[in-house]
C-alpha cells in the first residue's frame, strides 16, 4: 500500500495585534495553497474566534504570560519587550508537543519580528527559523543603519536642522531625521526593541510583505547588507478581517457619485487629540464633498466618539457623511465612489490603498510611518502630506486638490499605473510571484 505523504507543517507567531495577524495569516494562506500545513501560535490575546475563518489551519493559544492589568499598563514597546520575556518557555513547551503530536513534520518556525524569543527555541529544537517582517522595506533598512551609529553621537548630531534633512546614502527619499524613532515615548526601550529586531540570531531568511516594484533600492540593499534569503512576496492581500465591520457604509457609497468620496481611518492604534479631530470635521465638512469617517471607540482622547462634535459639524455629517467604528477596508477602497483615502500610512494600509489604485492624503503619527508617507509623495507621488498641525483650512484644501483638481488626477493616474505593476509582480514570472516559490522551495529543502 502506498504510503500517503505527509504534510510538511509550517508555524506562524504573529505579534498579538491587528495590524501583525492580518499580514501572517495572509502568508499562511500563501503557504497552505502550496501545500503546507499551518499551526499559528497566539500569544497573550484571544484572537480564535475572529480567525476560524481560516479553515484547516490549527490554533494554539500559550498560557497568559501577562495578567491584564500589566498589559494594559505597558506601552506599546515595553508590553512587546514584557511579552518576549514571559513567553519563551511556554513556547518552548508548545512546539514540544507539536512534535509529539504531528511526529517530526515541523518544516520551519516563521516568527514576526517583534516576536524574537520564538529564535533561540527554534535553535535549540534545531529547526529552521524564518522572520517576517510586517512593516515596509524601507523602514528594515533605517532600522538596520540606526543599528551600525553610535546613537548618543546620533541624538546629538539630530539637533542640526541640516543634518536631520541629509539624504541616507543613495537611499531617497530616506533621510537621517527618519532613522530615529519618534512616536513611541521614551527613547531607550525602542532602542533596545531595535536592537534585538536587527539582531537576525540563527534565521535562514526574512520575508517582506513588499515587492521590488515598490521599494527596490531598500529590497536591493537588504540582499546585500543581511546576508541571509530575502523574499519580497508581498503584497499579501486577502478581504478576510478579524473585527466585526459595519457593513452599512456599502450601501451608502452606492449611492454616492464615482470616485467624489473622501475614506478617512487611521488604523487601530493611533489617538487623537480632541482639537484635531474637530479641525478634521470642520475641514471635511467644508470641503462640500462626502466622506466616510472611522472613529473606532478610543480612538479621540478625552472622550468617547463623535459626542464632540458641535450641532453645525453633526448636521453637515448626517447630509453628506457617514461615521462608522470600523469599515470593510479592502471592500471600501474597491469601491467607485472612493476618490481618495484619509490614512495614517500604516503598512496594511499604504499597500491596500495601492492594490486599489486609490491616492492618499498622508497623517503619519510614528516613524515608520512617516517613512512609507514620504514614498507615498516623493517616490510613487500618489499622495499628499497634511504637515504640522491639523487645521480646517488645510483639511478642506488637501481635500479639494486630491478629488477636483487636476493634481489629484495625475495622483489618481499614476496609483493606477502602480496597481497595474503590483498585479503584475503576483502573476507567474513576476518577482512576488517568484519570491513565493523561492520561499517555498526553500521550505521543502528543510
Request: charged share 20%; with cysteine; glycine share 8%.
Amino acid at each position: 500500500m502506498e504510503k500517503k505523504e505527509t504534510k510538511r507543517r509550517i508555524v506562524l507567531v504573529p505579534v498579538p495585534s491587528q495590524g501583525h495577524v492580518t499580514p501572517m495569516m495572509q502568508l499562511g494562506e500563501a503557504l497552505n495553497s502550496k501545500g503546507f500545513s499551518i499551526t499559528v501560535v497566539q500569544v497573550q490575546f484571544n484572537l480564535v474566534s475572529s480567525l476560524q475563518q481560516f479553515s484547516g489551519f490549527q490554533f494554539v493559544t500559550l498560557p497568559r504570560s501577562l495578567s491584564m492589568n500589566e498589559v494594559v499598563g505597558h506601552g506599546q514597546i515595553e508590553f512587546l519587550l514584557k511579552l518576549n520575556k514571559t513567553s519563551e518557555a511556554s513556547f518552548k513547551v508548545c512546539i514540544s508537543q507539536l512534535l509529539l503530536q504531528h511526529g517530526n513534520d515541523i518544516a520551519c518556525i516563521i516568527y514576526d519580528e517583534f516576536m524574537y524569543f520564538c529564535g533561540s527555541i527554534a535553535k535549540e529544537f534545531k529547526l529552521p527559523s524564518v522572520i517576517f517582517s510586517t512593516q515596509s522595506a524601507t523602514n528594515h533598512v533605517s532600522r538596520c543603519v540606526f543599528s551600525k551609529l553610535d546613537s548618543e553621537k546620533f541624538l546629538i548630531d539630530m539637533e542640526d536642522h541640516e543634518m536631520q534633512e541629509k539624504v541616507v546614502g543613495n537611499l531617497h527619499p530616506l533621510k537621517y531625521k527618519d532613522l530615529l524613532p519618534s512616536g513611541f515615548g521614551p527613547m531607550e526601550p525602542v532602542l533596545k526593541i531595535r536592537r534585538e529586531v536587527v539582531n537576525k540570531r540563527t534565521a535562514s531568511a526574512v520575508i517582506f510583505n513588499t515587492t521590488s516594484c515598490l521599494e527596490s533600492l531598500s529590497v536591493s540593499w537588504l540582499k546585500q547588507e543581511l546576508g541571509i534569503e530575502v523574499y519580497a512576496l508581498g503584497p499579501l492581500h486577502v478581504t478576510a478581517s478579524l473585527l466585526e465591520e459595519d457593513k452599512g457604509c456599502i450601501e451608502w457609497l452606492n449611492k454616492q457619485k464615482p470616485r467624489s468620496v473622501i475614506y478617512i481611518s487611521v488604523g487601530t492604534v493611533a489617538k487623537m487629540e480632541t482639537k484635531e479631530v474637530l479641525e478634521m470635521a470642520w475641514g471635511l465638512c467644508n470641503s462640500n464633498q462626502p466622506f466616510l469617517w472611522v472613529i473606532r471607540p478610543g480612538s479621540i482622547l478625552e472622550s468617547d466618539g463623535i459626542e464632540i462634535f458641535p450641532n453645525e459639524v453633526s448636521r453637515v455629517i448626517s447630509e453628506r457623511g457617514y461615521i462608522v467604528k470600523r469599515a470593510p477596508q479592502i471592500e471600501v477602497l474597491k469601491h467607485s465612489a472612493v476618490g481618495g483615502f484619509w490614512s495614517h500610512c500604516g503598512w496594511n494600509s499604504t499597500l491596500e490603498s495601492i492594490v486599489e489604485g486609490v491616492p492618499l492624503i498622508c497623517r503619519p503619527f510614528q516613524s515608520e510611518q512617516k517613512i512609507n508617507a514620504a514614498y507615498i509623495v516623493s517616490v510613487w507621488e500618489i499622495g499628499i502630506q497634511i504637515q504640522g498641525e491639523v487645521e480646517r483650512g488645510k483639511v478642506e484644501g488637501a481635500v479639494k486638490r486630491l478629488i477636483l483638481d487636476e493634481a489629484g488626477a495625475g495622483m489618481r493616474e499614476r496609483a493606477l499605473v502602480l496597481k497595474e505593476k503590483l498585479k503584475a509582480s503576483l502573476r507567474s514570472g513576476g518577482s512576488s510571484y517568484n519570491a513565493l516559490d523561492g520561499l517555498v522551495s526553500y521550505l521543502n529543502t528543510k
